[in-house]
């Protein structure tokens, strides 16, 4: 389709993503992604998140295969495909050339608001768990 548009939204927690997200939920033209490297991300940092089996179990583990299926057709006869994507979950070693082929964007709150709303729900030991380096 000429019109479609993959979209790669990048963000670290507490950013309000999830917020963005829900509103292209809502559009009818838009399929929405939801962290598609969680489980990859889990799997090989071994971190214990919460509901962590449940999502190893939900998705592919595989960064290459996750990255081609991001960049190939738009599911659900759709022209938007809005991935929500975290910056902690791309690992040392893992390309990030895939994501030439997406319109790439950057969810960016003001650290000191990023770091506030993360320690009131978890312990903060490193700048990467917010996705800074």
């Not at 838009?30 to 991300?41: L, N, R």
């Not at 295969?65 to 040392?92: D, E, S």
Request: one cysteine or more.
């Amino acid at each position: 389709m000429s019109n479609s548009i993959k979209i790669a939204m990048w963000s670290g927690p507490r950013n309000i993503s999830t917020a963005m997200m829900r509103s292209f939920e809502n559009r009818p033209d838009t399929i929405v992604e939801d962290e598609p490297f969680y489980a990859h991300y889990l799997n090989q940092t071994g971190l214990n998140h919460p509901m962590r089996n449940e999502i190893i179990d939900s998705q592919h583990l595989n960064w290459d295969i996750i990255a081609n299926r991001l960049c190939g057709k738009i599911p659900a006869n759709k022209t938007v495909w809005y991935q929500k994507h975290m910056a902690q979950h791309n690992l040392k070693n893992c390309s990030l050339e895939w994501t030439k082929n997406l319109k790439n964007c950057f969810l960016i709150r003001n650290p000191k608001e990023v770091i506030f709303s993360y320690t009131k729900k978890f312990e903060l030991s490193s700048a990467e768990q917010l996705g800074f380096k």
